[in-house]
């Protein structure tokens, strides 16, 4: 089983930057895709990004293509969402997920992330 702990969101102005971290347990965190997700009020969560085991190659929904990078960092069991030109719209709960293989999804807490206009 894996825990994650997200950090990093707040409170920024439209245009404007903010990363978040989301860290795991446990000693495989390399075999794991990870992969964050947003939940605005009123609506569903949905996929924002990942990145694959093994491997740096990343999926980005259409909405933050080009402003927003997912990477890891394997040796500090640690995957993070650099968010640029933050727009309103993009305010939402953020999720960090992680899965191995084909099984079951874990997830973290959330943290907030809100973009004033």
């Known amino acids: 089983q894996v825990q994650l702990v997200e950090s990093g969101g707040g409170l920024v102005q439209a245009g404007g930057s903010l990363r978040l971290s989301c860290t795991a347990s446990g000693r495989t965190f390399s075999s794991y895709t990870m992969g964050w997700f947003r939940q605005a009020p009123g609506k569903e969560r949905e996929f924002v990004a990942a990145?694959?085991?093994?491997?740096?190659?990343?999926r980005y929904a259409d909405s933050v293509k080009d402003r927003f990078t997912i990477s890891r960092d394997n040796a500090k069991n640690t995957v993070y969402l650099q968010m640029n030109s933050l727009k309103p719209e993009d305010t939402a709960v953020y999720y960090c997920a992680a899965r191995y293989d084909r099984g079951a999804i874990y997830w973290g807490h959330g943290t907030q992330v809100t973009v004033s206009s």
């Open positions: 990145i694959v085991a093994w491997t740096t190659s990343t």
